[in-house]
């Protein structure tokens, strides 16, 4: 009887160690599957600049600049035919500068000027209705003193207007030719004091 009971209990030991060992291979087995390597998706492959393939970027048309032509060409001012500016202060000019810029003289004086009303009703009379105006007066051909004084006066008279540092006033020039005018001698003197002061010798 003990025998039988011996038996039966190796053959119960014997079936729990074998169960014990098969539970044990299949847990190795499961960690060595684990521990294998994930095969997912393949990485991407990058491709660098040593001579690889390089794909070629997709252009940005959203910052195109717009073509520039050049700016719009200016349109040329009028040019203005009025009358011209009156000389800057300071200046002088000569008897042959005054005759040859007569839009000068209408633009110190308003208009070309007249003999009687500048210079005397006396001096009028003198010259004649031949010499009207400065411009006159600038251009007479008179070969005496009348003549150059005419010429220097006028010149002098203008110059007195546009220029504060002359050495004559409007008022004096205008004296002087109505006291010179009376002689030849007198007017040829006048007229030579005028010229200095017209070309800068005063």
């Known amino acids: 009887m003990a025998t039988k009971v011996l038996l039966i209990s190796a053959v119960i030991v014997g079936l729990v160690s074998l169960s014990s060992c098969r539970s044990l291979a299949e847990l190795s087995e499961q960690k060595t599957y684990s521990s294998a390597?994930?095969?997912?998706?393949?990485?991407?492959?990058?491709?660098?600049?040593?001579?690889?393939y390089k794909p070629t970027p997709t252009p940005d048309y959203s910052t195109t600049p717009t073509p520039s032509y050049g700016s719009t060409p200016s349109t040329p001012s009028t040019p203005s035919y009025g009358i011209p500016?009156?000389?800057?202060?300071?200046?002088?000019?000569?008897?042959?500068?005054?005759?040859?810029?007569?839009?000068?003289?209408?633009?110190?004086?308003?208009?070309?000027?007249?003999?009687?009303?500048?210079?005397?009703?006396?001096?009028?009379?003198?010259?004649?209705?031949?010499?009207?105006?400065?411009?006159?007066?600038?251009?007479?051909?008179?070969?005496?003193?009348?003549?150059?004084?005419?010429?220097?006066?006028?010149?002098?008279?203008?110059?007195?207007?546009?220029?504060?540092?002359f050495p004559f006033t409007t008022q004096q020039v205008k004296d002087c030719?109505?006291?010179?005018?009376?002689?030849?001698?007198?007017?040829?003197a006048q007229a030579e004091i005028f010229k200095k002061a017209n070309d800068y010798h005063f």
């Open 177 to 188: 030719i109505v006291v010179a005018i009376t002689s030849d001698g007198a007017a040829s």
């Open 37 to 52: 390597p994930s095969y997912g998706s393949p990485p991407t492959p990058t491709y660098g600049t040593g001579g690889g």
């Open 85 to 165: 500016e009156i000389p800057k202060h300071g200046f002088t000019g000569s008897c042959d500068y005054w005759k040859s810029h007569p839009d000068m003289i209408t633009a110190v004086v308003g208009s070309l000027g007249n003999i009687g009303k500048t210079f005397g009703t006396a001096c009028s009379l003198i010259v004649g209705k031949k010499l009207e105006n400065l411009h006159d007066a600038l251009s007479n051909t008179r070969t005496d003193g009348i003549g150059a004084l005419l010429r220097e006066g006028a010149a002098a008279y203008l110059n007195s207007i546009v220029n504060k540092k």
